[in-house]
T-cell receptor, first 114, second 117 residues
Framework: DAGVTQSPTHLIKTRGQHVTLRCSPISGHKSVSWYQQVLGQGPQFIFQYYEKEERGRGNFPDRFSARQFPNYSSELNVNALLLGDSALYLC?????????????FGQGTRLTVV | AQSVTQLGSHVSVSEGALVLLRCNYSSSVPPYLFWYVQYPNQGLQLLLKYTTGATLVKGINGFEAEFKKSETSFHLTKPSAHMSDAAEYFCAVSDPRLGGSQGNLIFGKGTKLSVKP
């Protein structure tokens, strides 16, 4: 079975631009979460979606938004990019949102803002 | 608010030596606790978790961790390091009051483990 897939794997954007990152969860998984991992730091929680509804939001500005589609795939959108948005963006999926359900991580999208 | 502190951003051990990676947490209620491993250019993989019950938990690849409430710690150990253990390790917590979801985790800054031949 395919794992969590994220696209693109790498991209470079200019300050002020907009970016859309995509995540396809493992088949059958209904929960998707997004994390930002700045170089040298641990991942920081951005959003969690379960059954297409937002279940949690981290401490990120309104420039960050996300949604989950009927097929449970998800998009993370970032507007008005700043240099500080350069990071590895990780997507994780799980079958539901409880503690005893393992979250599986994708390999991430490396975003560089210049 | 919950937080996680990993002591030592970089730990180096010899092959065959004991691995000890330290994690302390701050939480108003006993959290759920997790250790993840990240290999270069990879996502994170769950090593082990503690939610309730036995405080000594065993994970994959010979790793184990013990939840000590009195010390607010959840240190990761492995009796004998292998070259393939070289990676970055992250301790994480979730809040049981919010369902304790593994999709909503607070991570430490990570500890990079090097294994010398």
């Amino acid at each position: 079975d395919a794992g969590v897939t994220q696209s693109p794997t790498h991209l470079i954007k200019t300050r002020g631009q907009h970016v859309t990152l995509r995540c396809s969860p493992i088949s059958g998984h209904k929960s998707v979460s997004w994390y930002q991992q700045v170089l040298g730091q641990g991942p920081q929680f951005i959003f969690q979606y379960y059954e297409k509804e937002e279940r949690g939001r981290g401490n990120f500005p309104d420039r960050f938004s996300a949604r989950q589609f009927p097929n449970y795939s998800s998009e993370l959108n970032v507007n008005a990019l700043l240099l500080g948005d350069s990071a590895l963006y990780l997507c994780a999926s799980s079958s539901y949102s409880g503690a005893n359900t393992e979250a599986f991580f994708g390999q991430g999208t490396r975003l560089t803002v210049v | 608010a919950q937080s996680v502190t990993q002591l030592g951003s970089h730990v180096s051990v010899s092959e065959g030596a004991l691995v000890l990676l330290r994690c302390n947490y701050s939480s108003s209620v006993p959290p759920y606790l997790f250790w993840y491993v990240q290999y270069p250019n990879q996502g994170l993989q769950l090593l082990l978790k503690y939610t309730t019950g036995a405080t000594l938990v065993k994970g994959i690849n010979g790793f184990e961790a013990e939840f000590k409430k009195s010390e607010t710690s959840f240190h990761l150990t492995k009796p004998s390091a292998h070259m393939s253990d070289a990676a970055e390790y992250f301790c994480a917590v979730s809040d049981p009051r919010l369902g304790g979801s593994q999709g909503n985790l607070i991570f430490g800054k990570g500890t990079k483990l090097s294994v010398k031949p």
